[in-house]
């Protein structure tokens, strides 16, 4: 199944995007998460903006980020 796509604005991670997260997780196995520049375009903010998005999903989902985007995999089992 084609890969769903988010993006984080300058309201940052929100309560409705997490579940809106989690909709997108009921249909598509990889979601693609851009941020935008009014987001804060360094590394730092990114890692801490992946931390946050795991730590609301849960264990069966990692996270690889590239550039100034997040790519999010949901996993059958949970992922040590």
Known sequence: ?????????????????????KGHFENHDLVKVSILKSAGHNKEKIKEYTDEILNNLGKRY????????????????EVR
């Open 62 to 77: 990692t996270a690889k980020i590239v550039g100034f985007t997040i790519f999010l995999k949901r996993w059958r089992k």
């Open 1 to 21: 199944m084609p890969q769903s796509h988010l993006q984080i604005g300058k309201k940052g991670i929100t309560k409705n995007f997490i579940e809106t997260l």
